[in-house]
């Protein structure tokens, strides 16, 4: 059910029409990390996959819903292993020849040394930053470079008008739900402040996405964040003082 947080997180949730939350609730972690399973009539794309040791829990989840030869790409927003390092797990098991990665190429370069098989990676920037499903239902691919690291890209899906936001509009949430609420954005605060280097980045990445039609944003860490919550949630990155490792 949309916008309960009643949920025991054993299964994958449903957050939007085809768009589900195939995540798992690490209870000690200090922060959670959040894949996305897109499913487009007969076909899925897996978005921020997870960690190796979350693959099973993740793995279950996905594979509840869709067949594994369903998926046809994996996005990966970044480089980092908390999303990518289960990546050759899932090329393994889906097992098809012309399984996609969808990231950026200065990504991909690092992304290739998770993996002992050939990458057949799609690079959005070459692609007119778009992505098609065979029904002709659009995914557009949104610059975040340095935020937090150089190629990292965020996906729009214009169908739901739903932001995979990677690291962007994350949270640290000790206490995590799914959804968020008011107390969100204090938690995303020592997130951001630490993770992004500077208001001058943030605030070009801001324009693109103020720029966006959004019913829903879905972080990789912290909650998903609904309608009411998108605007405050957007003027609080823009307050937030960033690069406090310079300190
Ligand atoms: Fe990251
Ligand atoms: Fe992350």
């Avoid at 208001?199 to 860490?221: F, N, T, W």
């Amino acid at each position: 059910m949309l916008f309960n947080n009643n949920h025991n997180y054993d299964d994958a949730v449903q957050v939007a029409p085809g768009i589900y939350w195939v995540g798992f609730y690490d209870k000690d972690a200090i922060f959670s990390c959040n894949p996305y399973l897109i499913i487009d009539e007969d076909e899925a794309i897996l978005i921020d996959g997870g960690s190796l040791g979350h693959f099973p829990f993740v793995a279950r989840k996905v594979f509840s819903i869709i067949e594994p030869q369903k998926i046809k790409a994996l996005i990966l927003h970044h480089m980092d292993p908390d999303l990518c390092a289960a990546m050759p797990l899932f090329q393994n098991i889906i097992g098809r020849k012309d399984l996609q990665v969808i990231s950026h190429h200065r990504a991909a370069l690092l992304i290739s040394y998770y993996s002992q098989e050939k990458i057949n990676f799609y690079y959005p920037e070459e692609n007119g930053n778009i992505y098609k499903f065979s029904s002709g239902r659009t995914l557009r691919f949104i610059p975040a470079h340095y935020l937090h690291t150089p190629g990292t890209i965020n996906t729009y899906d214009e169908k739901t008008k739903t932001l995979f936001s990677s690291d962007l509009f994350a949270a640290f949430t000790p206490k995590w739900e799914l959804y968020a609420d008011d107390s969100y954005f204090e938690k995303m605060k020592g997130f951001h402040e630490n993770y992004m280097p500077s208001k001058e980045i943030m605030s070009r990445y801001l324009a693109k996405v103020k720029g966006l039609e959004l019913d829903m944003i879905c972080p990789q860490h912290g909650s998903v964040i609904f309608k009411n919550l998108i605007n405050p949630s957007i003027e609080a990155l823009e307050k937030f003082e960033y690069g406090k490792y310079l300190e």
